[in-house]
């Protein structure tokens, strides 16, 4: 069963943007933290962002000041604006849900396919 899909990624020059989003198929998901990972060629997943559902927020300090999550509860979705795009960020992006919030959350939700995103110099 399909229970996150994450779309919009693409390619784009270093300094360009992407909005990335992700939309959860499950009810019981609007209550929970989402977030937002990455896995580069050769590197294990990492967490880039998570928000819980009272819109309080957790960054990767890599991606500080340059990305912003953020949520709409009414329709189980999560975004991900990425700005000042590097090549460092190149991966693939995966949405997940959980409980706890930052490097505390425990993912529930099976791991779906991602968006790729590539930044070229």
């Known amino acids: 069963q399909v229970q996150l899909v994450e779309s919009g990624g693409g390619e784009v020059q270093a300094g360009g943007s992407l909005r990335l989003s992700c939309t959860g198929s499950?009810?019981?998901?609007?209550?929970?933290?989402m977030a937002w990972y990455r896995q580069a060629p050769t590197r294990q997943r990492e967490l880039v962002a998570t928000?819980?559902?009272?819109?309080?927020?957790y960054y990767d300090a890599s991606v500080k000041g340059r990305f912003t999550i953020s949520r709409d509860n009414s329709k189980i979705t999560a975004h991900l604006k990425m700005n000042n795009l590097q090549p460092d960020d190149t991966g693939i992006y995966y949405c997940?849900?959980?409980?706890?919030?930052?490097?505390?959350?425990?993912?529930?939700?099976?791991w779906g396919r991602g968006t790729q995103v590539t930044v070229s110099q």
């Open positions: 997940n849900v959980g409980g706890g919030s930052g490097l505390e959350l425990r993912t529930l939700a099976n």
């Open positions: 928000i819980a559902y009272d819109g309080s927020t």
């Open positions: 499950l009810p019981v998901y609007r209550a929970m933290t």
